[in-house]
């Protein structure tokens, strides 16, 4: 057999984006408040403000009006600036703009009897723009969001019910855009559940470490079989759509060939594929019944849950890709943490000003690993460089440390490719500037398109191209032949 040269020719080039993030709009046009909207900025970097959610804070936020101090609120008001944004993308020839839809634009209180027009006009709106350049829309259902309401009433995705109301919002998506939309994904990064609020939508604060892991792994099998039924209902409504799952990859090391090291990060890795273990073979894996028992959580199930998993496997893998990690035998792999664990310091890799580890072969490996394991297509949905961007006297954007990344990145990818992994598309996190996820800053860019706004939401939201901008659009005219 030939061994392929470089990326296929369908190739689906493009940029990746999350509704709370980037479109602003947040109290508009029927809009209800979501979860991502009640969180402060970060007081620091390593602080993830995004979890730091309590019912008190909560019901302070949704007394308040304003987007003074809920960054995610103002995002960059892509709401008002969607027609300028997606033709910049097209500028660079974009062939897909992943983003998501917010829920409570649809639903505003999750559970609404009727959907909300103009929340579902806004998107017609915004996959016609998508279109009329060529562009595919690569739709997130749920990213890192969802009704407050649904926080408030029922405890998020802790309660069962919420399964009901997500299968509604969905068949709502799959029969309005139906033919519009041909790539779907049901929850953004979805390992990130076991971390916190952001996923669950459920305030945990005031449990203990034991209830806290009972709760999240229970959330978690709501969106498993949630996410199982949106498989069914999108086949069964749009047959020529495809939808996939979303991991947050973590590629691991052992810190030495020491085998305790080699074995914790091999149980290490096993928990951050658990998720796609789940979601592409369609069940539990095994080495989860242990962990299970060892942490002394058991799992709800209903009669059919295990049936649903095992008929609706998704159609693709999808997953964002940032760093590596290092794991060594003394790090507590096998009883559940709260929040996100980084793991140790790779001597061999530089970081992000964020502390990230930067780690181009990383992909390759995951990539290959990845395909191994699963033998579906692979979509790399998120890759990217948070950095301070400096804008010089007459407008320009010297962002050659964000080329460098990139570049290094799709440079591994070509090489995944040319060892046989089936790759769909790369969408790089942010290809316009938009609010950090993790911290709520402004300043931590990713962008090819410089967004005029600062931390505390000044700024005149003009848009300027970055150096970057120029680079990207070269590397997708010569469809990654020329980097
Ligand atoms: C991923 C998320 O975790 O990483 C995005 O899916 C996020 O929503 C991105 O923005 C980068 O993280 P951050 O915290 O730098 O914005």
Redesign the pocket.
Known sequence: KQIPTGFPKNFLWGGAT?AN?LEGGWNVDGKGLTTAEVVKKAETRED?SMNQVTTESIAQAAADPTDNAYPKRRGVDFYHHYQEDIAMLAEMGFKAFRLSIAWARIFPNGDDATPNEAGLAFYDKVFAECHKYGIEPVVTIS??EMPLALTQKQNGWASRQTITAFLRYTETLFKRYKGVVKYWMTF??IN?ITGGFTGTGAVDADLSLNEKAQLRFQALHHQFVASAKAVAQCHAIDPNAKIGCML?RMQTYPQTPNPEDVRAAQLSDQLNLFYTDVQARGEYPEYMNRYFQENHITLQMDPNDEKVLRENPVDYISF?Y?MSTVTNADQDVEHFHDGFVFGEKNPYLQTSA?GWQIDPVGLRISLNDMWDRYRIPLFVV?N?L?AEDKVTSDGKIHDDYRIDYLRAHIAQMREAIEDGVQLMGYTT??PID??????SEMS?R?GFIYVDQDDAGNGSLRRLRKDSFYWYKHVIATNGAEL
């Open positions: 999350a993030q993830f990213h890192y953004n990064e990130a947050a964002s940032y964020w998120e990217g948070g996190w942010g938009l609010i950090s996820a993790s911290t931590k990713y």
